[in-house]
């Protein structure tokens, strides 16, 4: 019983399964361990059973490259963003997370060159990649700093009247 709870324990559900099946033929009349041993038999075979989802649509595609990169999977990350890309080229977070990737391996003009398309298809970015830990590296560099820096009043200031301007047009 505790090799097989090993086994599950480190998500060797086949290896669980066979120890938990071998416990439920030798040990017929065990109740407990009969009924712990089919839970966990049950619960083997439903791990077994699962398929890992394929993303289909692009939010899916974008939702599971963030988990990958969340999870350190920068390859798996960069596969998923790269997707999006081929079918919109224009997509700000997939641009996003290929700048973090390409931070992480220390490959600052790649990184700069994604961050910068992000920044300029959505200003959301430059913000939130301010506090991103990810750009730490980056921090030092005038093209990060000019990509993150927030708009100055007078900047705020003067959209403000364009806007306006148009209205009264």
């Not at 599950?8 to 290896?15: A, F, G, I, N, V």
């Not at 990169?69 to 596969?79: C, I, S, T, W």
Request: aromatic letters at 6%.
């Amino acid at each position: 019983f505790e090799g097989a709870m090993q086994a599950l324990q480190r998500h060797s559900y086949q290896d669980a399964a066979r120890g938990f099946r071998n416990l439920i033929e030798r040990y017929p009349t065990e109740r407990a361990l009969l009924d712990r041993s089919r839970v966990y038999l049950e619960l083997c075979d439903r791990e077994i059973q699962r398929q890992p989802t394929v993303p289909s649509t692009l939010e899916e595609h974008l939702t599971a490259a963030t988990a990958a990169l969340n999870n350190g999977d920068d390859e798996g990350a960069e596969r998923l963003a790269q997707v999006v890309l081929a079918e919109d080229s224009q997509h700000d977070l997939a641009l996003y997370l290929l700048a973090v990737i390409e931070a992480r391996r220390g490959s600052a003009e790649a990184a700069l060159s994604y961050l910068e398309k992000a920044v300029e298809i959505s200003p959301e970015a430059g913000a939130q990649a301010r506090f991103d830990g990810d750009f730490e590296s980056l921090r030092d560099t005038e093209t990060f700093r000019r990509l993150t820096e927030p708009p100055s009043n007078s900047t705020t200031s003067q959209y403000r009247r364009a806007r306006r301007g148009r209205g009264e047009r």
